[in-house]
């Protein structure tokens, strides 16, 4: 099982959105996913067909991480209801903030962690979606995961929280959990015609890069259509769907390449 954390600094950068166009992707080669949901807004819940409130949540299993009740709070998707595989979610909610503290125990951080352990033999690959702060949920996330992709859009301030987020990842990596490493920059809610969007780009490409990962993703109307309907890209009608299903698969294909993850096409 492989654990990849999608995070930003930044609020509004489509964080949620690349998630689950991710776990759309990883539904669609046949990867058994979990998504995870730490930020306590829990759209990625949302976006995944699942109702949350019926069922324990993130916030039970940090209070009180036993083994036994990990699977009693991950539900499948709404996806799978008309299409195979398995894609299930950890159900996010608005009281995980309560453990959203700056400073942690070392206990603390590696709660999640310990929280996956009781699945990891469950899945191929897990998503987290991180709340967009350094506090307390995002240590926790990036603890417990192998990589962590910077979702960014080509603006000023996105760029500088690029920087930070890169700092502490290796802040973490170095003090907690060495085998942590950066997958790199997504670059989202790009517009090719906007000569602000290819300045900050190629600025980003200056500062990090190979890590800004391609293909950058366009701001289309599909994307977001799909998330509103709760459905995965991958079936969504229309050329436009069909184009940002095909940039996912290849940042999919990056991700696989990066931790070493066997797919069913290569078993």
């Known amino acids: 099982m492989r654990v990849i954390s999608l995070s930003s600094l930044k609020g509004g950068v489509g964080k949620t959105t690349v998630t689950l166009g991710l776990a759309s992707a990883a539904f669609a080669r046949g990867l058994k996913t979990l998504v995870v949901d730490m930020d306590p807004q829990s759209d990625a819940s949302t976006g995944m067909d699942v109702i949350v409130g019926r069922h324990l949540n993130i916030s039970h299993l940090l209070a009180s991480p036993r083994s036994s009740q990990v699977k009693n709070a991950i539900v499948p998707s709404g996806w799978t209801r008309s299409h195979k595989g398995t894609v299930d979610v950890l159900l996010g909610s608005p009281s995980a903030m309560a453990f959203d503290s700056p400073s942690l ?8 962690e310990e929280i996956l352990a009781a699945v990891e033999d469950d899945y191929d690959i897990v998503l987290i979606d991180c709340p967009p702060s350094l ?3 995002t240590r926790m996330a990036w603890t417990a995961s192998d990589r962590v992709a910077v979702v960014t859009e080509p603006g000023l301030f996105s760029v500088a929280a690029t920087q930070r987020a890169f700092r502490a990842v290796d802040e973490l990596r170095r003090g907690v959990s060495p085998r942590l490493q950066p997958l790199g920059v997504i ?13 900050r780009i190629d600025e980003l490409k200056q500062m990090f890069g190979a890590l800004v990962l391609q293909p950058e993703l366009p701001e289309r109307a599909a994307l977001q259509q799909a998330q509103g309907a709760a459905s995965p890209l991958h079936v969504w009608p229309g050329e436009s769907a069909e ?4 940039n996912f698969d290849l940042i999919l294909d990056r991700v696989i390449r990066s931790v070493q993850l066997a797919t069913p096409e290569s078993a």
């Open 105 to 112: 125990t070392k206990r603390e951080i590696w709660r999640l």
């Open 135 to 137: 506090n307390g949920l």
């Open 187 to 199: 670059v989202n809610r790009v517009r090719p015609q906007s000569i602000e969007h290819q300045y």
């Open 243 to 246: 184009e940002m299903a095909m």
